[in-house]
């Protein structure tokens, strides 16, 4: 069975510029969770989707958003890019279910955004 | 506030040794997954074991076992034999089921194992 895949795996981007970040989960999985990893904050939960409804959303600004569709694939935008932004974006399926238990997540290698 | 707390330094260990890596976690919830990844420096994050807080018996994966003291809260990672392909940084993890359902991830601990 194929694992997560994202693409693009590096990006550069400048600053104010916009980004979208694809991830296509597990088959048969149908939840999709996005992470942020930096040196400095470590691993922040961004958010998550299942059956195409955001469940759950971490603190981030609203220049961070992202979507389902309905084969689970997921993609992840953020606008006017910042230079703290730079991060890898891991993203993250499990089976999930209707009370969001249990299930291990499997994540995919990343996307190390640069911004400059 | 900080949920799971993973201290320790950088470890390094001898092939074919075992070591542990330290996990606290803080909950009030009753109902709550643990977890531990395990991160290369590809960056890809590797599910290792998972420990359910009703799980009667400590979880087991392979060479991977947890270590679940729940009273004191704590859930530490051995590896048992470790292979140069041990190296990585590890990720103690949790998720509240009736809190905020998020997985909220530790600092990590970086290991090194040496031949």
């Known amino acids: 069975k194929a694992g997560v895949t994202q693409t693009p795996r590096y990006l550069i981007k400048t600053r104010g510029q916009q980004v979208t970040l694809s991830c296509s989960p597990i088959?048969?999985?149908?939840?999709v969770s996005w992470y942020q990893q930096t040196p400095g904050q470590g691993l922040q939960f961004l958010f998550e989707?299942?059956?195409?409804?955001?469940?759950n959303k971490g603190n981030f600004p609203g220049r961070f958003s992202g979507r389902q569709f309905s084969n689970s694939r997921s993609e992840m935008n953020v606008s006017t890019l910042e230079l703290g932004d730079s991060a890898l974006y891991l993203c993250?399926?499990?089976?999930?279910?209707?009370?969001?238990?249990?299930?291990?997540?499997?994540f995919g290698p990343g996307t190390r955004l640069t911004v400059t | 506030a900080q949920k799971i707390t993973q201290t320790q330094p950088g470890m390094f260990v001898q092939e074919k040794e075992a070591v542990t890596l330290d996990c606290t976690y803080d909950?009030?919830?009753?109902?709550?997954?643990l977890f531990w990844y395990k991160q290369p420096s590809s960056g890809e994050m590797i599910f290792l074991i998972y420990?359910?807080?009703?799980?009667?018996q400590n979880a087991t994966e392979g060479r991977y076992s947890l270590n679940f003291q729940k009273a004191r809260k704590s859930a530490n990672l051995v590896i048992s034999a470790s292979q140069l392909g041990d190296s990585a940084m590890y990720f103690c993890?949790?998720?509240?089921?009736?809190?905020?359902?998020?997985?909220?991830f530790g600092k990590g601990n970086q290991v090194v194992v040496i031949p």
């Open positions: 993250a399926s499990s089976l999930g279910s209707a009370s969001g238990g249990g299930y291990e997540q499997y």
């Open positions: 088959s048969g999985h149908r939840s």
């Open positions: 989707y299942f059956s195409e409804t955001q469940r």
């Open positions: 909950t009030s919830d009753p109902s709550y997954g």
């Open positions: 420990q359910g807080s009703y799980d009667q």
């Open positions: 993890a949790m998720r509240e089921y009736y809190g905020n359902n998020r997985l909220a």
